[in-house]
């Protein structure tokens, strides 16, 4: 089931683009309103979801770096372990790991992670994300959803 390694290749190709594009056209924390309850906003994030261990210091870069690329490793191996009818899983694995592997390179690369996308509603906002946590949250939900399904194959 390697073959949907394509699918972790967009993942990451359009989370770059899309950061790339945030960081030329936003401000740092200047909230551009896209729809109701929509923003783009520039934010980065040196910690993990939900800005976790952002204030840390520094290692927490390396160690969110080293943790991503050794659950990457895992994920790859599971892939080559699924049956040609596992789609759903492979699908769902594809996904956590583009969304993973972009957000490495930002780590790796920028010492931080780029977020722009802003929900909320009234004064409530989600903490901002990217298009790879987006993947990597759609991939959780159809990893969690396929395991109630049990042994069938799609």
């Not at 683009?17 to 934010?43: D, F, G, I, R």
């Not at 160690?63 to 699908?91: C, D, H, M, N, P």
Request: proline letters at 2%; aromatic letters at 12%.
């Amino acid at each position: 089931m390697l073959k949907w390694l394509w699918l972790s290749v967009v993942i990451v190709v359009l989370d770059q683009a899309t950061k790339l594009l945030a960081s030329q056209y936003l401000e740092l924390h200047q909230p551009v309103s896209l729809l109701p309850m929509l923003n783009l906003t520039l934010m980065h994030n040196t910690g993990a979801a939900f800005s976790l261990l952002s204030e840390a210091g520094g290692w927490q870069r390396w160690l969110f770096t080293g943790l991503a690329l050794v659950i990457g490793a895992f994920i790859i191996g599971w892939l080559r372990k699924l049956e040609a009818g596992q789609t759903w899983l492979a699908v769902a694995l594809a996904l956590i790991l583009g969304g993973a592997l972009g957000n490495v390179w930002d780590r790796a690369t920028l010492g931080y992670v780029v977020d722009f996308i802003d929900v909320y509603y009234g004064r409530w906002h989600w903490p901002a994300f990217n298009i790879a946590d987006a993947a990597i949250s759609v991939g959780a939900v159809i990893l969690v959803i396929d395991s109630f399904r049990g042994h069938r194959r799609t």
